[in-house]
């Protein structure tokens, strides 16, 4: 696990992502909350933040470099015209 974090950190860190991770041990689940960089939203669902869920951590890379595949909005350059 230790190494799928230090993998996680620097892909994030490189996209000015911050993420949180906690283990609920009553459904022994992680969750783990992406949140874009200020002014930003995942354009996967026009919010803040994106949410993994599961049993374990093996297939938050995959989800990760999805989301930042299908990238984020820079809500400052959005003009209401």
């Given amino acids: 696990m230790d190494k799928t974090l230090e993998k996680l950190k620097t892909i994030c860190q490189a996209h000015k992502v911050i993420f949180e991770l906690s283990y609920d041990p009553n459904n022994q689940n992680y969750m783990v909350i992406f949140d874009a960089p200020q002014f930003s939203t995942w354009r996967s669902n026009d919010t803040p933040n994106v949410t ?3 049993k374990t951590v ?5 989800f990760i470099n999805k989301e930042l595949k299908i990238g984020m909005i820079d ?3 959005s003009s209401n015209e």
Avoid: A, E, Q
């Fill in 52 to 54: 993994y869920h599961s």
């Fill in 58 to 62: 093996r297939g938050v890379i995959g």
């Fill in 75 to 77: 809500k400052r350059s």
